[in-house]
Each structure stands twice: as structure tokens, then as C-alpha cells.
């Protein structure tokens, strides 16, 4: 698949720049032309690209995810929990904006490691439509609800480049979500003569394993792409995820660039705490825009 994708780059590139050459050429020689702009495509040297096999490259920029999201809590007093969709049943906007960024160090031509940071707040305030058992608590129809669910994610992955090529590599990858949640409910006093509230907070790590592959395009433009996927038990701690990615990167100047891309997380998490216990289903899919600063020598990578 990567050859063939390589011969269609090199042929949209090649043929209209030499097409009387190859009108007046005899099979034999367009043979050998052939071999030899497919050697050189592949042999050349990216050393004069500077966005490109650089040793340390930082990314940041914004992310607009749609959410879904799905929660139970029961509490240790019998409380059933009711399985809530924080979008329709308490106001959730399914649409947010949130910060992202890596890191990505490449150890060797064929090693790389990767971090990456995301961070997401919402709150929400609605009138219940129906009765909501969530922790210790009932939370009646029509009490005045306000919900809150902030979320961190740290990403560390290590990737291995099984195929390696100056313009193009692919590979595995192993790593690990760390899933940090504040998830809570409040009674507003108005509502009744007491307030309360309920919180459900927990950390949860989710190995994962998967593939990448990054290639060149162009002098200016890059595409990278990774599909990642595992279910695990630790501990009190049951999770099932899949994550992916795919951006195009524009070189803008130097080692400056920028990227477009589409990302996507889906995971459950069945956590008991000594307190409470439940389940998170959340979903989250949607562009991102950031930039690209890259620096540091050059990673040789020969065929």
C-alpha cells in the first residue's frame, strides 16, 4: 500500500514535466526513467525540509469536539443509580472548544515517543424533566440542577517505525490514557429547603496499543494518521477505548507549520470507589487546528 501510494505521488509529479520526453522515448528508456525517479523519490534526501525528521517537535492549538456522554453513580446507601445522558437529560452543549497539545521526541529513526495533554470544562444548569438517583442522592423532577464535568487527559505513547523510508515511515505503537474526571450534581436551594450535591471523581489509566504513519507529500505538506485501541481491567478499574487520528500539515515557513485534522476518543470506564461506584460512557469527535514548531538536528532515516 505504501509503494502504491508513492507511485501515484510520483506519477502525478512526473508526468506532466516530462511528457514530450516520454512521447519520444522507446519503452526501454521510460523503464529506466521510471526506476529512477521511483529511487530518488524514495532515496533523497529531506534534509532541506526543515519541518520534517526533526529530532523535537511541539504541537498546541484548539480543539472542537462534539461530545456524547453517558454516566451511572450508585452510592454505598442502597441508591440505584439512574443512567443519565449529560447532554439531554441535564444541558450539556454537545459542541466545545478545548486546548490540546504534544510533545514528540524521536529518539532514533525508528524510535519515537510522544506525549500529549488535553483538557476539557463544562458546566450546565437545567430544570429535570424526570427524577435522577446519582451518588446518596434523588434529584426530583423539575429541581433546578447545575452539573459539572471536567476532565483531563494525559497521553504518553512510544512508537516504532516498522517500515522506514526518508519520505515516509509506519509502525506500532504502545502507550497509555491517563483519564482524570471531577463529575458532580448540585441542588440548587431554591429548589428546596436543603442544597446538596454529589461528586464522583476518579483517575483511570487505559493502556492502549495501535498503529501510526506519517508521510511527505510535498516540499510544504505532511500527512499523519493513528488508530489505537485496547479493553483492560486494573484494579477496581474496568476500561474498554479506541482513539484516532488524521491532520495534514501545511510547512508555513522555516520550521514553522500548521495542521488540520480530525480526532476522535471513545471509551467506557467501570470505576468502584470506596465510596461510590459507576461508569462513565463518553464520546468525543471533531476538528482540531494547531501549530507546529519543530527543532533540533535533522534524524537520518536511509532506505
Known amino acids: 500500500m505504501k509503494q502504491l501510494f508513492i507511485f501515484l ?8 514535466l516530462n511528457a514530450q520526453t516520454v512521447a519520444e522515448a522507446s519503452k ?42 453517558q454516566v451511572k453513580v450508585e452510592g454505598n446507601n442502597g441508591n440505584i443509580g439512574t443512567e443519565i445522558d449529560l447532554e439531554n437529560d441535564l444541558g450539556f452543549s454537545k459542541s466545545t ?13 525508528r524510535s519515537r515517543l510522544g506525549f500529549e495533554y488535553f483538557v476539557l470544562d463544562r458546566t450546565a444548569t437545567k430544570t429535570l424533566q424526570r427524577d435522577i438517583n446519582f451518588g446518596d442522592h434523588t434529584y426530583p423532577l423539575d429541581g433546578r440542577v447545575q452539573g459539572t464535568f471536567n476532565v ?24 497509555a490514557h491517563v483519564l482524570f474526571a471531577d463529575l458532580g450534581l448540585k441542588l440548587e436551594a431554591n ?36 488508530v489505537n485501541y485496547l479493553a483492560v481491567k486494573i484494579d477496581e478499574t474496568d476500561g474498554r477505548i479506541i482513539s484516532y487520528n488524521l491532520s495534514v500539515l501545511y510547512n508555513v515557513v522555516d520550521n514553522f507549520s500548521l495542521t488540520a485534522g480530525y480526532t476522535g476518543l471513545n471509551f467506557r470506564i467501570d470505576t468502584v470507589q470506596d465510596r461510590l461506584n459507576g461508569f462513565l460512557k463518553w464520546g468525543y469527535n471533531g476538528p482540531t487546528l494547531t501549530a507546529v514548531y519543530t527543532f533540533g538536528k535533522h534524524v537520518k532515516v536511509t532506505r
Open 97 to 109: 472548544v478545548s486546548f490540546l497539545g504534544t510533545f514528540d521526541w524521536r529518539i532514533s529513526k
Open 28 to 69: 526501454e528508456d521510460s523503464l529506466t526513467t521510471f526506476k529512477t525517479e521511483k529511487d530518488d523519490f524514495q532515496d533523497s534526501t529531506v534534509d532541506d525540509l526543515p519541518w520534517h525528521n526533526r529530532r523535537f517537535k511541539v504541537t498546541a492549538g484548539a480543539f472542537f469536539p462534539v461530545n456524547n456522554t
Open 9 to 16: 505521488v510520483m506519477m502525478l509529479l512526473w508526468i506532466p
Open 191 to 226: 429548589t428546596q429547603s436543603v442544597e446538596y450535591r454529589d461528586t464522583f471523581d476518579f483517575t483511570a489509566p487505559l493502556p492502549d496499543v495501535g498503529i501510526w504513519g506519517e508521510f511527505v507529500l510535498g516540499k510544504r505538506w505532511g500527512l499523519y494518521a493513528n
Open 152 to 175: 483531563q487527559i494525559a497521553r504518553i505513547a512510544y512508537g516504532y517505525a516498522i517500515l522506514s523510508k526518508p519520505k515516509y515511515q509506519a509502525g506500532l505503537l504502545i502507550g
